[in-house]
T-cell receptor
Framework: QKEVEQDPGPLSVPEGAIVSLNCTYS??????FMWYRQYSRKGPELLMY????GNKEDGRFTAQVDKSSKYISLFIRDSQPSDSATYLC??????????FGRGTSLIVHP | GAGVSQSPSNKVTEKGKDVELRCDPI?????LYWYRQRLGQGLEFLIY????????KSGLPSDRFSAERTGESVSTLTIQRTQQEDSAVYLC??????????FGPGTRLTVL
């Protein structure tokens, strides 16, 4: 079992839908939880991060961490075709090297 | 430039040849990471540099892979005697010591 599990998709939704992207993990020591967005033929870019449990909102994006279930989510409201990308979760403890999920491919069609 | 840069953006080579990939991190970032991303796969950690500490080479897949970094600046990843399974995108990232990573655009390596 990998330390971080993420369904690769693809996930295809119509424009305007609410998207839910998820990762599960096994290491309870993880403290920082990140979401990266990667457009085709580009490097990943940091989208959001959360420390420990709870929610964090930024515009149409909400990151949620449930440490008791070892489960993190990224919600995208009013999804747009420009949101079409691969979304990678990542997590780390302290200053250790982060562990990445394999990414979920999201397609938002007009 | 404000971001991480990598060169070349694309590299096509023949099996058995050596290749060098370059990464210019964000100025002032003490940490530098190399990752490999195969088609449709996640990020595979290769090597990590932090300041003047010994690098963490635990992710290098074989002794054909090596990397160097000069101080807190440029890094080069060298792959010797390339094999077809080395074909992938090689990503570099940098960060402040305990901050989050900023990635470059990657070098797409194709080994024929």
């Amino acid at each position: 079992q990998k330390e971080v599990e993420q369904d690769p998709g693809p996930l295809s939704v119509p424009e305007g839908a609410i998207v839910s992207l998820n990762c599960t993990y096994s290491n309870s020591a993880f403290q920082y939880f990140m979401w990266y967005r990667q457009y085709s033929r580009k490097g990943p870019e940091l989208l959001m991060y959360t420390y420990s449990s709870g929610n964090k909102e930024d515009g149409r994006f909400t990151a949620q961490v449930d440490k008791s279930s070892k489960y993190i989510s990224l919600f995208i409201r009013d999804s747009q075709p420009s949101d079409s990308a691969t979304y990678l979760c990542a997590m780390r403890r302290g200053s250790y090297i982060p562990t990445f999920g394999r990414g979920t491919s999201l397609i938002v069609h007009p | 430039g404000a971001g991480v840069s990598q060169s070349p953006s694309n590299k096509v080579t023949e099996k058995g040849k050596d290749v060098e990939l370059r990464c210019d991190p964000i100025s002032g970032h003490t940490a530098l990471y190399w990752y490999r991303q195969r088609l449709g796969q996640g990020l595979e950690f290769l090597i990590y540099f932090q300041g003047n500490s010994a690098p963490d080479k635990s992710g290098l897949p074989s002794d054909r892979f090596s990397a160097e970094r000069t101080g807190e600046s440029v890094s080069t990843l060298t792959i010797q005697r390339t094999q077809q399974e080395d074909s992938a995108v090689y990503l570099c990232a940098s960060s402040l010591e305990t901050d989050f990573q900023y990635f470059g655009p990657g070098t797409r390596l194709t080994v024929l």
